[in-house]
């Protein structure tokens, strides 16, 4: 009897140990799955509203030339909005929406992209992206649209003529037919390709 006790005893703890172990290992699995929403507002499924893209005809200003301060510019902050958006149609998987035809488009209508309720407000108050909203909301985001994801990275770009240049890079990478994105693209593969 004794020898079956201690078994039992034995079983309870080794029972306890993995149910402890377990939920540890749960809990931190969780916190992994939810890592990206928290870094990044990422979240893995779409709204269930009804979107549209709505687009408003504007007028831009012409594209200025590349200069060098753009050059920083693409290598620094525009680094960071292509870390999450693309600039060509789709991806509504990335954590930030396509910027695809930003320019003239109603805030939140990317169909397919699950958008903060901030955003949404924004969209359901008319906001259209334009050179001016944009570089208001590129000052600080969270003071534009307060509730917003958009929370990673140099998102709060201060300098004017930084923010220009932002501005500028979205005119050309973000234009219906345009092949900047590729060409940019090919040419860091060209790079690591040399590199080695």
């Known amino acids: 009897m004794g020898y079956s006790k201690n078994s039992n005893q034995t079983d309870s703890y080794t029972l306890s140990a993995k149910l402890l172990h377990g939920g540890f290992f749960a809990i931190v699995f969780g916190c992994c799955l939810m890592m990206p929403y928290w870094q ?15 687009y408003t005809d504007i007028e831009l200003s012409p594209i200025m030339p590349e200069d060098a301060l753009e050059l920083e510019v ?47 407000g924004a969209g359901e108050q008319k906001l259209i992206w334009t050179e001016q909203t ?25 300098d004017p003529e930084r923010r220009k240049r932002v501005i500028n890079l979205l005119k050309k990478w973000t234009a219906v037919g345009s092949t900047v994105e590729e060409e940019y693209l090919k040419a860091e593969l060209e790079k690591a390709k040399q590199a080695q």
């Open 74 to 120: 693409m290598d620094n902050e525009f680094r960071w909005c292509r870390y999450c958006h693309v600039m060509q149609p789709g991806a509504a998987e990335e954590p930030g929406p396509t910027l695809y035809r930003i320019f003239g488009r109603q805030a939140a209508t990317i169909p397919g992209f699950y958008y903060s309720e901030a955003f949404i």
């Open 134 to 158: 944009i570089d208001e909301f590129i000052t600080d985001p969270q003071a534009y649209i307060p509730g917003n994801r958009m929370n990673h990275g140099p998102v709060v770009i201060s």
């Open 40 to 54: 990044f507002g990422v979240v893995p499924f779409t709204s269930d509203r009804e979107i549209t893209a709505v």
